[in-house]
């Protein structure tokens, strides 16, 4: 079946940074596009990173210049390279594969001020 496990979430200052990966089995991972979205307590989940089969990349608006997306499709895995981060990045991060559509559990990004 298929499974996208996410790491790398945390307690973090203000300005610090962390790396999220996910690791995904049982799909064709190089036909996936891979995502990473968001999800905080009260709001709806949003996308905050997205990078194709084919590399190209978009990003949220509120995450363009601190956040890289990457991808190594030999590692079936995707990262989310997060610096500067502010207290509004509080969110439990989930990681998404499209073809089919499916979502890991999420890992907890919390920020403290």
């Known amino acids: 079946q298929v499974q996208l496990v996410e790491s790398g979430g945390g307690l973090v200052q203000a300005g610090g940074s962390l790396r999220l990966s996910c690791v995904a089995s049982g799909i064709i991972f190089s036909g996936n596009n891979m995502a990473w979205y968001r999800q905080a307590p009260g709001k709806q989940r949003e996308l905050v990173a997205q990078?194709?089969?084919?590399?190209?990349?978009i990003y949220a608006d509120s995450v363009k210049g601190r956040f890289t997306i990457s991808r190594n499709n030999a590692m079936k895995t995707v990262w989310l390279q997060m610096n500067s981060l502010k207290p509004e990045d509080t969110a439990v991060y989930y990681c998404?594969?499209?073809?089919?559509?499916?979502w890991g559990q999420g890992t907890q990004v919390t920020v403290s001020s």
């Open positions: 990078i194709s089969k084919f590399a190209t990349t």
């Open positions: 998404h594969a499209d073809r089919p559509s499916n």
